[in-house]
């Protein structure tokens, strides 16, 4: 059983559209990320909160926007999707220091913008 | 080159075998290390982590050599459900937190 929801698992969509992908814990943790993979590839961090009305972007740079207004709730959105976009997105959560902790990560969304 | 480098494979065992992987890493400040185990198309899942005493469970242990700047992970007695690919996670705390993901070493075995 999962206590890190992604949904939707895949979404295809045309270019322009905009979307929202959304990631729900129900552990508590205050630090959620926002990864992105592309097949056989590293994650790459393009979001990260570690509280309540508290948002960082991450190293690759992004296109997409987060917000934290719940600390159960960490929703990306891209305002006009385009066929560069197209990726596996990984929403994650810590306990506390990831250094120690680790992470967990929701199922991902596979997201094809055609 | 890569902050954080795995041979990508793919290394196909029989079931029974013991395999090994290495991944480098180049960052002297790196302070803790972790291995994931990532199923095709799935997310990435915590395997253990990695210390420089070692750490074991079960058929997998985990070291971490300093001095060389690797980590490696052992799998003993093989089975099919080891299949996966391992992600090898380096962290570093110098000039603010930094979680580096290696692109993963991808094991087939085979019966």
């Known amino acids: 059983e999962a206590d890190i929801y992604q949904t939707p698992r895949y979404l295809v969509i045309g270019t322009g559209k905009k979307i929202t992908l959304e990631c729900s814990q129900t552990m508590g943790h205050d630090k959620m990320y926002w990864y992105q993979q592309d097949p056989g590839m590293e994650l790459h961090l393009i979001h990260y909160s570690y509280g309540v009305n508290s948002t960082e972007k991450g190293d690759l740079s992004s296109e997409s926007t987060v917000s934290r207004i719940r600390t159960e709730h960490f929703p990306l959105t891209l305002e006009s999707a385009r066929p560069s976009h197209t990726s596996q997105y990984l929403c994650?959560?810590?306990?506390?220091?990831?250094?120690?902790?680790?992470?967990?990560f929701g199922s991902g969304t596979r997201l094809t913008v055609v | 080159r890569k902050e954080v480098e795995q041979d990508p494979g793919p290394f196909n065992v029989p079931e029974g075998a013991t395999v090994a992987f290495n991944c480098t890493y180049s960052n002297s400040a790196s302070q803790s290390f972790f291995w994931y185990r990532q199923d095709c198309r799935k997310e990435p899942k915590l395997l253990m982590s990695v210390y420089s005493s070692g750490n074991e469970d079960g058929r997998f242990t985990a070291q971490l050599n300093r001095a060389s700047q690797y980590i490696s992970l052992l799998i003993r007695d093989s089975k099919l459900s080891d299949s996966a690919t391992y992600l090898c996670?380096?962290?570093?705390?110098?000039?603010?937190?930094?979680?580096?993901f290696g692109a993963g070493t991808r094991l087939f075995v085979k019966a």
């Open positions: 994650a959560s810590s306990e506390g220091d990831p250094r120690s902790y680790g992470y967990t």
């Open positions: 996670v380096v962290n570093r705390g110098a000039g603010g937190f930094k979680t580096i």
